[in-house]
């Protein structure tokens, strides 16, 4: 499925006012990764109140034991820092990596505005290296922005 194909996808199970928003960040996760071939992993890590870490949120793919990262920690946690997308073509060449599964080759980082503010982010593992394109980007860009409304203060 095209990442235009999904946008509407994505925006049907977001504005579903009837199911909690942890089930509908999870229905996202499990949408792209389901339908997007080298999206092995799809998850939602979230700033953790004041404290300088991010906490995990729903997700989909292999289970993981980094529900817990540090600010400037792996990818995520310069993201976290940055506020600045992170594609990391190749994994092992990365230095400050956290590696959760020996079969993730790439990997992308998308951060999550609220109201200018970064609270959290969406991260893509791919097995396949070199996997992800400013397409990926852009469609991560347009998940955010939408998931960004479940939280906007109304």
């Known amino acids: 499925m095209t990442f235009e194909e999904l946008k509407p996808k994505v925006i049907d199970i977001l504005h579903h006012d009837t199911t909690i928003r942890e089930e509908r960040l999870l229905q996202v996760c499990h949408l792209l990764e389901q339908n997007i071939d080298y999206y092995d992993w799809v998850g939602f890590y979230f700033r953790n109140g004041d404290k300088e870490e991010l906490i995990l949120g729903p997700y989909a793919g292999d289970e993981t034991d980094h529900t817990v990262i540090p600010f400037g920690r792996g990818i995520c946690g310069q993201v976290a820092i ?4 992170f594609v990391v073509p190749d994994v ?16 992308i980082v998308v951060p999550l505005f609220v109201n200018g503010e970064n609270i959290g982010q969406i991260d893509i593992d791919s097995n396949v290296p070199d996997a992800f394109t400013d397409l990926d980007e852009r469609f991560l860009e347009f998940v955010n922005a939408e998931v960004a409304k479940l939280y906007e203060v109304k």
Request: glycine share 4%; proline share 0%; aromatic share 4%.
């Open 92 to 107: 092992q060449a990365q230095d400050n990596y956290i590696a959760c599964s020996i079969n993730v080759r790439s990997e």
């Open 82 to 85: 940055s506020g600045k997308n």
